[in-house]
């Protein structure tokens, strides 16, 4: 539920137990994350730079863990590219609507996406005109670019549902379409009138002109519109909306991408069944339906733990928080972009890897980046703002034979107690010294080996 314990959030559990610190994450408001913002970097010229450093160091620092976990996946969900989008401001508002509204419900968020000045620049609804016409007299038809992609990636998926996340298939077996090509065309149209405002850049939502929006009647999925004229085109939007959070395949495609990013990447039908069931029935509360995920049976079973990779982001947010490291967002800017994980640069409106395959993440030649940039966090000089004291970790917790330094930092760093051999090579490493370059050769090893690399 965050990108990896640090002793502080471990105590916190132990003391709260589970099922309290679940409720406390789950309502971040009441959690005073000062301490945390306290240490994120203030704003410079290099905006782009700076709001990514900050977001990196909330996923550091933050106490509110799942608030920051949830911010990622809808950013990884809803993919922005600042690539295209060429705005800082706009992407930081993206940001902190995402992190408003992560926990909320569900239907807040496709409305405020779909008004969103980055998302309206990076899938071309930018001033999309519903009233064009050519030389000859016939209606342009508008850009169909996030109408398709609204569907197709952000609420049904490319392929109808049954609840438990199953394809509902023809009698050939091949898998019904959830939406058509009119489908998208006539949201489309129900779209259109809206454009970015570069004087009002931290405002979320783009400003509506209904000169530019198509009032005419529509039909989507089934739903005749009768079409909105002056002003009232923007409430097209939520009809839009409604539209699809009544579509039955929508609950089991979002409850099995929660299930994906959260959990496991191969969840049992039953468990999509009963998270989607839970979104169906409460209409769309994202925090209901999480709180349904991570107490399910299934959740704590042995075909779930410590059975996924750790995407990049968890893989390196989660090795500084255990070391308890201190960084200014730098070195993450740098390591995340290595790793193709750099927050606000997906590279593709398909982001950075679809669910189910964070594998594509942890082929060969980004596990020795990994490995590389592992080193990095480890030297004694730091990397960019980024260090840890294993001075003071061996000094502080009283260090002094290789046997306690491995038991310390696999403590430290592994979700399960390292195996007999591997931690027999790493006392062997050591070779009988306590010294901070061993300790930081050590703690180098542990994060390069595949039992941190488990989730």
Not at 73 to 84: G, I, M, Q, R
Not at 110 to 138: C, E, P
Not at 192 to 203: I, P, R, V
Not at 331 to 346: F, Q
């Amino acid at each position: 539920m965050g990108f990896g314990a640090n002793p502080e959030a471990l105590a916190r559990l132990l003391s709260l137990g589970w099922p309290a610190y679940l409720q406390e994450q789950l309502n971040p408001l009441i959690i005073d994350d000062s301490a945390a913002e306290a240490m994120i970097p203030a704003t410079i010229d290099d905006w782009d730079w700076t709001t990514r450093r900050q977001w990196y160091c909330r996923m550091v620092y933050s106490k509110r863990q799942l608030q920051e976990k949830m911010t990622l996946l809808w950013h990884e969900h809803f993919a922005v590219s600042n690539e295209k989008v060429a705005n800082p401001c706009f992407m930081q508002t993206y940001e902190n609507f995402l992190r408003t509204n992560a926990l909320g419900n569900f239907r807040d968020l496709l409305i405020g996406m779909t008004k969103n000045q980055a998302m309206l620049r990076w899938l071309d609804n930018d001033y999309n005109n519903g009233q064009a016409y050519d030389s000859q007299g016939k209606l342009i038809p508008p850009n169909e670019n996030y109408a398709r992609e609204l569907m197709q990636l952000f609420s049904l998926g490319s392929a109808k549902l049954r609840l438990n996340g199953t394809p509902i298939t023809d009698a050939n077996g091949i898998a019904l379409q959830p939406y058509t090509e009119i489908d998208v065309q006539q949201i489309a149209r129900a779209i259109t009138g809206w454009h970015t405002n570069y004087d009002q850049c931290g405002a979320s939502e783009g400003v509506f002109e209904s000169y530019l929006h198509d009032p005419g009647s529509k039909t989507i999925l089934g739903v005749t519109l009768n079409g909105r004229s002056g002003t009232d085109g923007a409430l097209e939007v939520e009809d839009v909306i409604n539209i699809l959070m009544g579509q039955p395949t929508l609950a089991p495609y979002i409850a099995k991408m929660l299930i994906q990013k959260l959990a496991t990447e191969t969840p049992t039908k039953s468990y999509v069944r009963d998270v989607a069931a839970v979104f169906r029935s409460s209409n769309g509360d994202i925090k209901a339906t999480v709180q349904a995920l991570f107490l399910h049976p299934d959740f704590g079973s042995s075909a779930v733990v410590r059975s996924q990779f750790r995407t990049p982001l968890e893989y390196l947010v989660g090795g500084l928080r255990a070391l308890g490291a201190y960084t200014e967002g730098s070195a993450l800017n740098d390591w995340g972009a290595r790793c193709h994980h750099g927050i606000y640069y997906p590279p593709s409106v398909f982001s950075f890897y679809r669910p189910g395959s964070k594998v594509t993440l942890v082929n060969t030649s980004l596990v020795t980046m990994r490995d590389r940039i592992a080193d990095e966090m480890t030297v004694s000089w730091g990397y960019w703002g980024t260090y840890f004291d294993a001075q003071a970790m061996i000094t502080t917790n009283n260090l002094q034979t290789p046997a306690q330094c491995v038991d310390f930092l696999t403590d430290r760093l592994l979700t399960a107690s390292v195996q007999k051999t591997a931690r027999a090579q790493l006392i062997s490493y050591m070779a009988g010294q306590v010294t901070e370059d061993k300790f930081r050769g050590v703690t180098w090893l542990i994060l390069c080996s595949p039992d941190f690399q488990r989730n």
